[in-house]
DNA sequence: CGCTATCTTGACCATAATCAACCGGAGTGG
DNA sequence: CCACTCCGGTTGATTATGGTCAAGATAGCG
């Protein structure tokens, strides 16, 4: 389903080898990768953990916009803009790839290869965020947050007992929802035997009953 | 604001002489371009007229997942994946100008400048599904309608009075509201004489007063 | 003029937010 | 070792936002 492989082959020592001097990082949970509005110099990959990409409102409340899993890249869009568009924060600790933008960019407009893969997150990314709208804008909370189990259990197709460090206001924060009510919803499901929950994992018990959930 | 030139400067005419077999439509409002799930042959560009893209749920509702304007691109999520992602609808008359895929790509091989007109008008769609994603994730149906009448007014810089050829359908598809629900707020809205309504146009009376209704 | 679409309005209901209290585990300090 | 606190999670009661259903109103159109 979702590519693994970073720069679609390229690994991070590739890429280093191509000339690109990578810095690899390892950050604890809770840090800020960088801000929303800050000048961007680097993009990233993410190697180990996973990172939410988060837009502050006016009013103090915060949407994450993306969650990012082992593979992904992200801080990308200062590939053309200035300023970064998100505050990135790492949810559990994380290894990185840290990749200077011009050197990049340099990079990108000498090996189509490249490019081409840069091109390709970023379609998938307007994929996802198009499905998210879909789902925002269409779904109900119990069918959101069904959806979204699923999809992160995807993210570790090899864990039976996945790695889940988001608390009950990131999650509302994902799915446009109050912190009471995913974690009602969460009861529930957990009532209901189609979850277990423990210390920062999660495991799905039953992803049938889940997915006929989604659906409705 | 918005890039309007398409291509960034390279316009239908240039990318004739440049090779490309173009092909100028004119639709009636109402028209399917393509549908969602078909094969991807062509991409679009907007001349004149709006289009909306659009999602369908299982249920038989239907999200808007992207409104388009004069000088959007749309269809080229062909580039890289065979089936088109959304279904495009004519909402007013349009012109369109139709680009063979496969050509185009050979096309924006050739010639970065093509590549990156491309690349950038697809960051900005992410942009603004994220900037969506917000709307729809963390702010009320007020707010999300009087977002949407100033954004759709920058479409149309040089007129006073907006085309306006959505129906109340399409701004709920569009926000996430039933058609009611549209139906009250555009009619509060007019009533405190912020708008005017007629015969598909829009007249925006007190911008100041909607953006301060929209930051709620 | 009557037909049909869309829009509007009202009454009622459902979903989810808000407010508030409480629980329980992880640290912390006595 | 035990109280204490802090933080996140849970639960309940109440409110509000918005959906649903149904009945008119309006406007385009043959």
Redesign the interface.
Same mark, same amino acid.
């Given at each position: 389903m979702r590519e693994r492989s970073i720069f679609a082959g390229l690994s991070g020592e590739e890429l280093c080898a191509l000339g690109m001097d990578v810095v690899d990082l390892e950050l604890g949970a809770g840090t800020t990768i960088y801000h929303e509005g800050e000048d961007a110099c680097c993009a990233y990959t993410l190697r180990e953990g996973a990172v939410k990409l988060v837009?502050s +409102? @006016?009013d103090g409340?915060a949407?994450i916009?993306?969650l990012l899993h082992h593979g992904d890249l992200f801080g990308f $869009?200062g590939l053309?803009?200035q300023r970064h568009?998100?505050t990135a924060i790492a949810l559990s600790t994380v290894k990185l790839c840290r990749l200077d933008l011009r050197e990049l960019d340099q990079l990108s407009?000498r090996l189509?290869v490249v490019?081409e893969a840069i /091109? &390709?997150r970023?379609?998938r990314?307007? =994929?996802e @965020? =198009?499905? &998210?709208?879909?789902d +925002? #804008?269409?779904r109900r909370a119990e069918a959101r947050l069904a959806t979204f189990l699923l999809q992160w259990a995807e993210a570790y197709p090899q864990h039976r007992s996945l790695p889940f460090p988001l608390t009950r206001q990131d999650l509302g $924060? /994902? +799915? #446009?929802l109050s912190t009471e009510h995913v974690s009602r919803i969460m009861a529930d499901f957990k009532r209901r035997g189609w979850l277990r929950e423990s210390r920062g994992t999660l495991e799905i018990l039953m992803p049938q009953a889940l997915r006929e959930d989604s @659906?409705s």
């Open positions: 837009k +409102l @006016a409340r949407q916009v993306r $869009e053309h803009r568009q998100h407009q189509p490019r /091109f &390709r970023w379609q990314a307007l =994929e @965020a =198009e499905s &998210r709208i879909v +925002l #804008g269409a $924060e /994902f +799915l #446009g @659906a």
